[in-house]
């Protein structure tokens, strides 16, 4: 789809839709886990055999939407936003993305320090990629708790910025990302 003009999507490109309304349920559905994890110890257990697959899961499709991204031309800017509010949309966006990316990462790597295997699928189960060092262990699951709080930030302020552009202004700024059909999509 392109604007009326002719010269550039109006919207992300399908696949990038697709990916980010997929992808959306499963982090917040993380970072429900992870909290719940740290009130509830009766519930741990079968908790932390949901977050290690599901963490694993968030970072390769992280992968797989960072190389969509790469490849994809992104829509402009609404008009309704500003040089700075497009700076800030913009790094928010890469902090997203970085947090995406090293937060399973780091988690993988805590628990490879403790020699903690992550299940995937029946006997499937990945490699270690951090030495056994309860020490490494112990840097490791501080920087995990420190990204969780970072990412959960990011991404409320992320939710708050479109519902604001959605409730207040009413840009139509969510269009961009919609997998529904829209307005500015009917013909």
């Known amino acids: 789809m392109t604007d009326e003009t002719g010269t550039a999507p109006t919207r992300f490109a399908l696949p990038s839709r697709i990916l980010h309304w997929l992808m959306a349920p499963m982090v917040i559905v993380q970072l429900f886990i992870g909290a ?5 110890l009766s519930y741990y257990p079968l908790l932390l055999a949901i ?3 599901l963490g694993i899961l968030i970072l390769i499709f992280a992968v797989i939407r960072l190389g969509n991204r790469l490849t994809h031309k992104l829509p402009p800017f609404l008009a309704t936003m500003g040089r700075t509010e497009r700076r800030i949309a913009s790094w928010s966006e890469y902090l997203l ?9 780091v ?4 628990l490879s320090a403790a020699r903690f295997p992550i299940a995937m699928v029946g006997p499937f189960r990945l490699p270690g990629i951090a030495p056994h060092n309860f020490d490494v ?3 490791l699951r501080e920087c995990h708790s420190v990204f969780a709080y970072m990412l959960f930030l990011a991404f409320t ?4 910025a479109v519902l604001f552009h959605t ?6 700024l969510i269009d961009r990302m919609a997998v529904w059909r829209t307005k500015s ?3």
Do not use: N
């Open 185 to 187: 999509s009917r013909s």
């Open 97 to 105: 993305y970085a947090l995406l990316l090293v937060q399973p990462v």
């Open 51 to 53: 977050h290690r697959p």
């Open 36 to 40: 719940t994890m740290i009130a509830s």
């Open 107 to 110: 988690g993988w790597a805590m």
């Open 167 to 172: 409730l207040v202004l009413r840009d139509r």
């Open 137 to 139: 262990y112990g840097i």
């Open 157 to 160: 302020a992320h939710v708050c």
